[in-house]
């Protein structure tokens, strides 16, 4: 089954871009990259997803690099409302199911 | 509307109680879903249901019982829990089940039950 590594935790400052990196060595070449976030004791929140191109929504950008090996979820303007585990999924399992990640959490701090 | 509810928002149940934990969407999505998260933990997926029928059960205990009574709603019925059980139970759902290929599904979550076995 596919893996994903993130860094256990990072801190940003409010205002600032935040850049979450994730590895995703093992991903097919069919499969999407997703990210999901998670505000203490709430359900996961759909952020974006991609296959190969970069991509942008109205809460964050998600790059992939060419080799589709990792990518970098960019906050842009982060504020203290965006602190929470950010899980980043790269591959699926035998039955097609979402791989989670142990995810980052993310500090914002004044 | 990308709006998953969930009921109850909590549960304190003993080890001989029967409870059920709800889920509804109405988004049209066929493929709702059951995870199981302990603290400090990722989602563990429990099953899968795709058009109203189970595609995926991960070795659950039979004191999990899902059932999908019709395309909009999910429920979990609990018998005979033990502490360990005590976690956030999430609902999901998705347009369809993922069946491999460059296609997305993507899930969308409930708020949760927070479920304490006593």
């Known amino acids: 089954d596919a893996k994903t590594t993130q860094p256990p935790s990072m801190d940003c400052a409010e205002g600032r871009a935040a850049n979450l990196p994730c590895n995703h060595s093992t991903i097919s070449g069919n499969e999407y990259v997703y990210w999901y976030r998670q505000i203490h004791s709430q359900g996961p929140q759909y952020i974006i997803h991609g296959l190969k191109n970069n991509e942008t929504n109205e809460m964050a950008s998600l790059i992939i690099t060419e080799d589709r090996k990792s990518s970098t979820l960019i906050l842009p303007h982060a504020t203290l409302r965006d602190t929470a585990v950010y899980y980043c999924?790269?591959?699926?399992?035998?039955?097609?199911?979402?791989?989670w990640g142990a995810g980052t959490k993310l500090i914002i701090k004044p | 509307d990308t709006e998953v509810t969930q009921t109850p928002k909590h549960l304190v149940m003993g080890m001989t109680n029967k409870k059920s934990l709800k889920c509804e969407q109405h988004?049209?999505?066929?493929?709702m879903y059951w995870y199981k998260q302990k603290a400090k933990k990722p989602p563990e997926l429990m099953f899968v249901?795709?058009?109203?029928?189970?595609?995926i059960n991960e070795s659950v205990p039979s004191r999990f019982s899902p059932e999908c009574p019709n395309s909009s709603l999910l429920n979990l019925h609990l018998h005979a829990l033990q502490p360990e059980d005590s976690a956030l139970y999430l609902c999901?759902?998705?347009?369809?089940?993922?069946?491999?290929?460059?296609?997305?599904?993507?899930?969308?979550f409930g708020p949760g039950t927070r479920l304490t076995v006593l």
């Open positions: 999924i790269g591959g699926t399992d035998s039955n097609y199911q979402l791989i």
């Open positions: 988004m049209g999505h066929r493929a």
């Open positions: 999901a759902s998705s347009q369809r089940l993922a069946s491999g290929g460059a296609r997305t599904d993507t899930q969308y």
């Open positions: 249901y795709s058009y109203e029928k189970l595609s």
